[in-house]
Nanobody
């Protein structure tokens, strides 16, 4: 059974830092694209960052320069280092891997729908940034 287990969420004051981790079992991150999404108080699901199989990393404009994604092949874990956090970063963060439906990935707006486009999806980690 494949599992993506997230850790590292919590509450932090604005300007602070947190690091999220997503460890996979039964699946190797380097074999496919890995993504971080977040869902804030509304329904919209925002793509935060991606790491593709060859290690190329992308970021949403809203987090560029503040968030850093990385992959640890030895531990089969991906990390999302978040710095200079803002209240607008408050959300549930999800890691996802292995796109199975690219059309849905592009068109979906809620995390519930985006989830169906990936083979594997983490349980979510709450990040709360206090003003």
């Amino acid at each position: 059974e494949v599992q993506l287990v997230e850790s590292g969420g919590g509450s932090v004051q604005a300007g602070g830092s947190l690091r999220l981790s997503c460890q996979a079992s039964g699946f190797t991150f380097g074999d496919s694209i890995t993504a971080w999404y977040r869902q804030g108080p509304g329904d919209e699901c925002e793509l935060v960052s991606t790491i593709n199989g060859n290690g190329t990393i992308t970021y949403a404009d809203s987090v560029k320069g503040r968030f850093t994604s990385s992959r640890d092949g030895a531990k089969n874990t991906v990390h999302l280092q978040m710095k200079t956090l803002k209240p607008d970063d408050t959300a549930v963060y999800y890691c996802a891997a292995d796109i199975v439906n690219i059309v849905t990935v592009v068109s979906a707006t809620t995390c519930r729908d985006v989830k169906s486009a990936y083979g594997y999806w983490g349980q979510g980690a709450q990040v709360t940034v206090l003003s």
